[in-house]
């Protein structure tokens, strides 16, 4: 068999994961998981959000370490205990956001860390921009080594990053989602750059959510679902529709709670949501005792959306509205008084103060209903934390446990409590079961449907189907930063999301 550019298929692989499973606290990232990298060839990595596509990449970059399994290459078992193992075995990656030094020349940050040297040990600057040049060549970047990278463009730091990559002699190239931060014609220009590569004989692991991507530029497909391999073999033997039933083709195997309550008028609106670069012309509706759920990609642009809408961030233009009455909402705070709340994804860093005590955690944004005449009143504290978090069934020693030594699933349990405590109209909630065990997921779940029973409204970002589809009473998917579908009912399925999210017309 012929591969894309013509040439001979190696009959054997150059890069193998065998059997590699990795688990986490509570989670099984990885089972048992079968990759194969072939030399001239681009090997396709597709998957749902947290299918473990990037705990597969940190096993081959020497960041994590798998459970169990073997990594072999050319048919030689190998350790990978760090980075540099990794990059020493001709390993590299180009990931999404790459970090580079705007200070610093181009060759600077081909070589910073692997500098060649003079005899005396000093930085060999000639023989580096040399180097550099003959890289940047060799991709195709027409701009010197010794421009500094602040005068580049996104398209040409890519770039950058990629001749950084092949700077450590790469047989294997890892590109994760290449093309997210690039105009239509610097795409051309990279799918020429892959093109280059394989004829350079370079194994390439190519991981995106953009089928016409997948279907333009790979020759091997392998697929993760739930952290298991779901399907592999030959891109021309497969068709978009076969793709997404490995991707999404289980049962929703989760048991959600049943809600029969009629919804009632509408709370929350808006319309004409705009952000220069984050999304464009969203609108939408939210009745009372409504779960309104979001998906999407990568990139989609759902989390900022909803950072816009509790004021973290401003839109360009748009207007929302709380029981039809037009809301400035300029800040947090203007939405905390609007009646707005929003739990973000990342918990730890932007949820939760995990250095302070649980009690003080949940009282936060209700000082003012536990203090009188400026002095915080400590059992008013507890009293208020107590009723939010019994409710949760938070799992803690004592109201004065810090939420840093809490558990997941109960820091996630902390937050919401935190904003219930606020009596608030809408609660937003970013992937709400993100990393938490089962047993907390079904907490969770079960707590929304008594909140929208109590005729709370709740607006889901999820980027788990079954998630998405046992707990939303509709369902609206976003791509590239605009609204694309609005699925309830019949037209509500895991292959209608996926194929809305990643941009594949209907068969």
């Known amino acids: 068999m012929l591969d894309n550019a013509g040439t001979a298929e190696v009959a054997k692989p150059v890069v193998v994961l065998d059997g590699i499973s990795k688990i986490f606290p509570g989670v099984k990232a990885l089972s048992e998981v079968k990759l194969e990298l072939y030399a001239g060839q681009v090997t396709a990595l597709v998957g749902e959000n947290g299918a473990g596509k990037s705990t597969v990449v940190k096993v081959l970059t020497g960041i994590y370490q798998p459970d169990e399994g073997a990594i072999r290459i050319d048919g030689h078992p190998i350790s990978l205990p760090t980075a540099q193992h ?31 040297k003079t005899r005396l040990g000093l930085i060999d600057i000639v023989q580096m921009q040399r180097k550099a040049a003959e890289l940047l060549a060799s991709i195709g970047a027409e701009f010197d080594p010794d421009v500094k990278l602040r005068d580049l463009g ?65 020759d091997r497909f392998t ?26 083709g289980r049962a929703v195997n989760q048991i959600f709670p049943e809600r ?10 808006i319309a004409g949501y705009s952000h220069p670069t984050e999304f464009a012309d969203i609108g939408f509706n939210l009745k009372k005792g409504e779960i309104l759920g979001f998906y999407g990609l990568i990139g989609a642009g759902r989390s900022e959306l909803m950072q816009a809408i509790f004021g973290v961030t401003k839109p360009s233009k748009g207007v929302s509205k709380v029981d039809g009455v037009i809301k400035a909402v300029r800040s947090p705070a203007d939405a905390i008084r ?20 649980i009690f003080q955690n949940v009282t936060l944004p209700s000082l003012k209903k536990t203090s009188r005449n400026g002095f915080l009143r400590m059992a008013e504290e507890f009293a208020l934390a107590r009723k939010y978090t019994s409710r949760l069934d938070l799992r803690a020693a004592s109201l004065d446990q810090n939420v840093g030594d809490l558990s997941g699933g109960n820091q996630q349990k902390v937050v919401i409590a935190k904003w219930l405590a606020t009596q608030p109209k809408v609660i937003i909630l970013d992937e709400p079961t993100k990393g938490v065990d089962i047993g907390s997921k079904a907490a969770v779940h079960a707590f929304m449907a008594e909140l929208v029973a109590q005729g709370l409204s709740i607006i889901m970002v999820s980027s788990e189907i079954p998630e998405i589809m046992g707990m939303s009473d509709r369902v609206i998917v976003m791509r590239e930063g605009r609204m694309v579908a609005e699925l309830t009912g019949d037209t509500l399925t895991p292959q209608t999301l996926v194929r809305h999210a990643a941009g594949i017309a209907e068969s």
């Open 86 to 116: 990794a990059s020493d075995a001709g390993i590299t990656a180009i990931h999404q956001e790459t970090v580079l030094f705007d200070e610093l020349s181009v060759a600077e940050n081909i070589f910073i860390g692997h500098a060649p």
């Open 223 to 248: 697929v993760f679902r739930d952290g298991e391999c779901a399907g592999e073999g030959q891109i021309s033997d497969v068709t978009e529709d076969e793709l997404v039933h490995m991707m999404v």
């Open 338 to 357: 609007s009646g707005i709340v929003y739990v973000p994804e990342d918990r730890g860093a932007q949820g939760a103060v995990t250095g302070l005590p």
């Open 154 to 218: 996104i398209a040409n730091k890519h770039l950058v990053a990629i001749a950084r990559a092949l700077s450590v002699d790469a047989r294997v190239v890892i590109m994760d989602e290449p093309t997210a931060a690039l105009s239509h014609k610097e795409i051309a220009e990279l799918y020429e750059l892959v093109e280059a590569l394989k004829a350079q004989g370079k194994a390439i692991l190519f991981i995106s959510h953009k089928f016409d991507e997948i279907f333009r530029i790979a």
């Open 260 to 269: 029969t309550a009629a919804l009632g008028d509408v709370v929350f609106q």
